[in-house]
């Protein structure tokens, strides 16, 4: 489990008030103590029985999302369970229906777009661009939310730029063009680009599609590594034994299991929910579930 001081990521602490009066008052004319001033609620990022509808069809029903500060959760389902309307309902691109996110108790429209930006940051499946960039400014563009409007980068922002390229191993590739890197490259790049970004909420969208095994181990390696609270969409069940906290399983828009992936992953769930045949063995690290699917045809009486 990942741990690490907090307390410099709002950018403030509360501050403490204490009664104060003359000191010859009768002891009855005195207010009764008053607790200290509660500091800024540390809640995270949460979804709320979120709902949401497209076209006439259900995308979301009811789903709550509450991960652990500091943990990596996640979010498992097969092809239109949900996995990535929730993902940008919690970043804020798409609006719930109902229900309502928030961070850090504040709803996102009471955080404000810039306010969000500044703690959250999304990695999509595929990001594209037609603009020559090299690495260094496609990561620069994660110090956007922290610069004002046209002001020039400064130190900080080259100062996490650095940093994130270092962090990702991409420091000898700076200058190097976009559009040469291969599809694991480009995922660290935007890896590193929401680590510029300083966040204190990552969310991934099946960053490891089109990676080949070595680069899907590194990239979550790294992702579980850092000091945030990471949601990631996947469809590989034995990457997310080896490197979630917590699961989250997701089927037609609702919220079926949680907890941890040993609670969770087992055959009963797979084949409910995958519709395919399984075993599952604690030989994974830490005794974390492994899972073997079996070939023939799918789990019976289940649907």
Same mark, same amino acid.
């Given at each position: 489990?990942?741990?690490?001081?907090?307390?410099?990521?709002?950018?403030?602490?509360?501050? =403490?008030?204490?009664?104060?009066?003359?000191?010859?008052?009768? @002891? @009855?004319?005195?207010?009764?103590?008053?607790?200290? #001033?509660?500091?800024?609620?540390?809640?995270?990022?949460?979804?709320?029985?979120?709902?949401?509808? /497209?076209?006439?069809?259900? *995308?979301?029903?009811?789903?709550?999302?509450?991960?652990?500060?500091?943990?990596?959760?996640? *979010? $498992?389902?097969?092809?239109?369970?949900?996995?990535?309307?929730?993902?940008?309902?919690?970043?804020?691109?798409?609006?719930?229906?109902?229900?309502?996110?928030?961070?850090?108790?504040?709803? $996102?429209?009471?955080?404000?777009?810039?306010?969000?930006?500044?703690?959250?940051?999304?990695?999509?499946?595929?990001?594209?661009?037609?603009?020559?960039?090299?690495?260094?400014?496609?990561?620069? $563009?994660?110090?956007?939310?922290?610069?004002?409007?046209?002001? /020039?980068?400064?130190?900080?922002?080259?100062?996490? #730029?650095?940093?994130?390229?270092?962090?990702?191993?991409?420091?000898?590739?700076?200058?190097?063009?976009? =559009?040469? *890197?291969?599809?694991?490259?480009?995922?660290?790049?935007?890896?590193?680009?929401?680590?510029?970004?300083?966040?204190? &909420?990552?969310?991934?969208?099946?960053?490891?599609?089109?990676?080949?095994?070595?680069?899907?181990? &590194?990239?979550?390696? $790294? #992702?579980?590594?850092?000091?945030?609270?990471?949601?990631?969409?996947?469809?590989?069940?034995?990457?997310?034994?080896?490197?979630?906290? @917590?699961?989250?399983?997701?089927?037609?828009?609702?919220?079926?299991?949680?907890?941890?992936?040993?609670?969770?992953?087992? &055959?009963?769930?797979?084949?409910?929910?995958? @519709?395919?045949?399984?075993?599952?063995?604690? &030989?994974?690290?830490?005794?974390?579930?492994?899972?073997?699917?079996?070939?023939?045809?799918?789990?019976?009486?289940?649907?």
């Amino acid at each position: 489990m990942k741990r690490w001081d907090r307390r410099g990521a709002t950018g403030r602490l509360a501050r =403490h008030e204490h009664p104060s009066g003359p000191e010859q008052l009768d @002891r @009855r004319e005195r207010p009764a103590p008053q607790p200290p #001033v509660a500091a800024a609620s540390d809640e995270g990022l949460r979804a709320s029985r979120v709902g949401r509808q /497209a076209g006439g069809r259900i *995308l979301l029903d009811g789903v709550s999302l509450a991960p652990p500060p500091g943990s990596t959760v996640g *979010l $498992l389902g097969p092809n239109g369970s949900g996995k990535t309307t929730l993902l940008r309902v919690m970043a804020g691109v798409l609006a719930p229906g109902h229900g309502v996110v928030t961070l850090d108790g504040r709803t $996102l429209a009471e955080t404000g777009r810039r306010g969000v930006a500044r703690r959250v940051a999304v990695v999509d499946q595929h990001a594209v661009t037609q603009v020559e960039l090299n690495v260094a400014d496609v990561v620069r $563009l994660g110090r956007i939310p922290h610069r004002r409007a046209w002001a /020039a980068a400064g130190p900080e922002d080259e100062d996490a #730029v650095r940093e994130a390229l270092v962090r990702t191993g991409l420091a000898d590739r700076a200058g190097q063009s976009w =559009h040469t *890197l291969s599809g694991g490259e480009r995922q660290r790049v935007q890896i590193a680009r929401a680590l510029a970004q300083q966040p204190r &909420e990552l969310l991934l969208d099946e960053p490891t599609n089109h990676l080949d095994i070595q680069h899907q181990l &590194e990239l979550l390696s $790294l #992702v579980a590594a850092l000091p945030v609270t990471a949601v990631i969409a996947l469809h590989d069940l034995n990457l997310a034994a080896m490197f979630c906290d @917590r699961v989250t399983v997701m089927k037609d828009g609702r919220v079926v299991a949680g907890g941890t992936p040993s609670e969770v992953i087992t &055959e009963e769930l797979i084949a409910d929910v995958y @519709r395919v045949r399984a075993v599952v063995t604690p &030989e994974g690290p830490e005794g974390r579930p492994s899972v073997r699917f079996l070939p023939g045809e799918a789990a019976p009486g289940r649907f």
